[in-house]
């Protein structure tokens, strides 16, 4: 029997005793290791999870289940698992889920299942006579120039962020503009270095030049490949597509190439492109982003609270140099509806991102609802309903708007996609009045 194996088995005991005694000798007897070191491995092996709170979870879950599909009373299912009262399984699980087990009994139904985990051993980089290749990096789930590449960083490091939950705690999901293909970058809450230090991380930034002017480039280049040296990727500004944060998990010390992967590079194959590409940039050379270890707690409640806040205050905001919510998707049908509408770089670019980040709304007010009971999740949820509907009216828009459709100016196309924008408005706006009354709410 090898070591995972026995890692596997000695998680298969713990589950099939989760409700009665679970013992950490027997623990140590399956893994022919002292149960501290197990224990240690445990937490590196699952991204900061320790082995007690892996128990709990999974106990909680189990009776999360329990509550849903019996009609044993709270107590006995609270000392099923192990709770001497029913107040204790009470903090316990309001902690873990966010409501009560009275009220999960009766609509717990999109509350999160705390799965079994197995180990597998996996190759996490490649080292040759010239490339170094973190391997089994994921792709980008979200047409996000922003954040979708700070996500797989963050999931690389054991961070658990769900694709829909960046985009909705960085504020992108909720984003509309437009006049200028820059709207998707400049139109934000926040930059991804103050994302990765939302979430509570040390963060370091390397220029391209420094304040004077001066190339500083070689600094940046010699600070990524460190970073992967040491088995994390980094993010780059223009290393592989136009102006947009990438992924860059590798290099190739005799081609003088970053490798890795942005929002529509590196899909299947990792892009190469020369690592001198970033200070070339004339949209801005931002230079990168390296992550580093965890100095401080993430304050998820009140991140969460202040991201419908300012969706909110986007949505309502109204400017006479650039048009953003529900004044752009006025300007929108106005422009559309004139005679002589152009499909330019604008429309096009701006479009899929928006219509493809828009979908993450109801993933990520579904995943904040967890926390809240009554009308304040009632609220969430049906703003999320809305922003999915919005989502699928302008994906019916594709064949006008996106970067792939007929360029110029052809005015069947507009009769055809104003009332799909005059629907995609009013489903935006009404998702945003239900945001206003969560924030009544709480």
């Excluded at 995972?4 to 005991?13: D, P, S």
């Excluded at 961070?159 to 999901?173: H, L, M, R, W």
């Excluded at 994906?395 to 009769?415: M, N, T």
Aim: glycine share 8%; with cysteine.
């Amino acid at each position: 029997m090898d070591w995972i194996e026995r890692l596997n088995q000695a998680v298969g005991y713990i589950d099939r005793n989760l409700d009665g005694d679970i013992s950490y000798e027997e623990i140590s007897r399956i893994t022919i290791s002292p149960i501290a070191l197990f224990q240690r491995f445990f937490v590196l092996a699952t991204g900061g999870v320790t082995l007690s709170e892996y128990i709990r979870r999974r106990k909680l879950t189990r009776a999360l289940i329990d509550l849903q599909n019996s009609d044993a009373k709270v107590i006995d299912i609270a000392i099923k698992y192990g709770y001497e009262s029913s107040d204790a399984f009470y903090v316990a699980f309001k902690r873990l889920y966010g409501i009560t087990p009275s009220q999960a009994k009766k609509n717990g139904n999109e509350l999160k299942h705390y799965d079994r985990i197995f180990f597998t051993l996996t190759i996490t980089y490649v080292k040759g006579e010239n490339d170094v290749v973190l391997l089994n990096i994921d792709k980008y789930r979200y047409y996000g120039p922003l954040f979708e590449g700070a996500r797989i960083i963050m999931n690389n490091i054991g961070e658990k962020y769900s694709p829909e939950y960046i985009q909705g705690i960085s504020g992108a999901a909720f984003k509309i503009a437009g006049g200028c293909p820059s709207c998707p970058t400049c139109v934000c809450d926040m930059w991804p270095a103050e994302l990765f230090k939302l979430l509570g991380y040390e963060v370091k930034e390397y220029p391209c030049f420094d304040e004077k002017g001066k190339d500083v480039y070689d600094i940046l280049v010699e600070a990524v490949k460190k970073q992967i040296d040491s088995g994390k990727p980094a993010l780059v500004w223009h290393a592989f597509t136009v102006a947009e944060w990438d992924v860059v998990c590798g290099y190739d010390e005799e081609a003088r190439q970053f490798i890795g992967r942005g929002t529509n590079k590196g899909w299947d194959d990792y892009a190469r492109e020369s690592w001198d590409r970033p200070k070339t940039c004339d949209v801005g050379a931002y230079g990168a982003i390296i992550i580093g270890g965890k100095i401080a707690e993430f304050n998820k409640r009140e991140a969460e609270i202040n991201s419908i806040k300012n969706a909110v205050k986007h949505a309502r905001k109204e400017t006479s140099n650039r048009s953003e919510g529900i004044q752009f998707y006025k300007k929108w049908i106005e422009i559309y509806s004139s005679k002589g509408a152009d499909r330019g770089i604008a429309d096009g670019y701006c479009y899929d991102i928006y219509s493809s980040v828009r979908k993450a709304c109801i993933g990520y007010l579904r995943e904040v609802s967890l926390s809240y009971g009554g009308t304040t999740m009632e609220s969430l949820l049906k703003a999320g309903t809305c922003f999915d509907k919005e989502a699928n009216i302008l994906d019916e828009a594709r064949p006008y708007l996106s970067w792939d459709s007929p360029w110029g100016i052809d005015e069947e196309r507009s009769k055809k996609v104003v009332p799909l924008l005059i629907k995609a408005a009013e489903l935006y706006e009404k998702g945003i009045e239900y945001l206003e009354i969560f924030l009544t709410q709480i």
